[in-house]
């Protein structure tokens, strides 16, 4: 735990990109996302890189990133796409936040948004929303388990997370 990095997790579309972009205005934290790391290491977008070598290879590309993160960053706030938690070393990356919302509360917050056609469309596995409610109901307990801290998102704005998220890391620090 003395590296100190605060690792966003959490399902697709719960809000980890907007609670970043806040803990950043408002603490010394720099963020960084596995899924744009993804995207620069590859040049092309995770939809493209799903569609056109699968899911597997994604998988491998995300495990890439991982090692990297435990052995090179410090004291950042890494968000994470929402099957990043799976990998083996994460504990090892920093203290786990998980942001946790009910699968319908999480879409409903996509449907509300400006975008969301565009969130919807960049996420390969929320094309099916049947099988993206399982995958949460497998996940979630799995989420649970790996968290140090748990930040229930639902109908909060991402800056009453932000000040939440400060708080509760603030004991690991
Ligand atoms: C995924 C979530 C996505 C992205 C990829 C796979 C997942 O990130 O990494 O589409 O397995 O839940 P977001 O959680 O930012 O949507």
């Given amino acids: 735990m003395s590296k100190k990095n605060v690792v966003l997790i959490g399902f697709m579309g719960v809000g980890k990109g907007s609670v970043a972009r806040e803990v950043v205005q408002n603490s010394n934290y720099v963020a960084i996302d596995t899924d744009d790391l993804i995207e620069s290491m590859e040049n092309r977008k995770v939809k493209t890189i799903f569609e056109e070598d699968g899911e597997i290879y994604f ?87 790996v968290a140090d801290v748990v930040i229930d998102v639902t109908n909060k704005s991402a800056e009453d997370c932000s000040k939440e998220l400060l708080k509760k890391v603030e004991k690991y620090a």
Avoid: C
């Avoid at 799976?86 to 948004?113: C, M, T, Y």
């Fill in 59 to 145: 998988r491998k590309l995300e495990k890439k990133v991982a090692k990297w993160l435990e052995k090179n960053v410090q004291n950042t706030l890494v968000s994470t796409g929402g099957g990043f938690f799976k990998q083996n070393n994460i504990k090892k990356v920093g203290i786990i936040v998980l942001l946790d919302s009910p699968f319908d509360a999480i879409i409903k917050r996509i449907k509300e948004h400006p975008n969301a056609e565009k969130k919807l469309k960049k996420r390969p596995l929320l094309s099916n929303l049947k099988a993206a409610r399982k995958l949460y109901n497998e996940r979630r307990p799995e989420y649970l388990k």
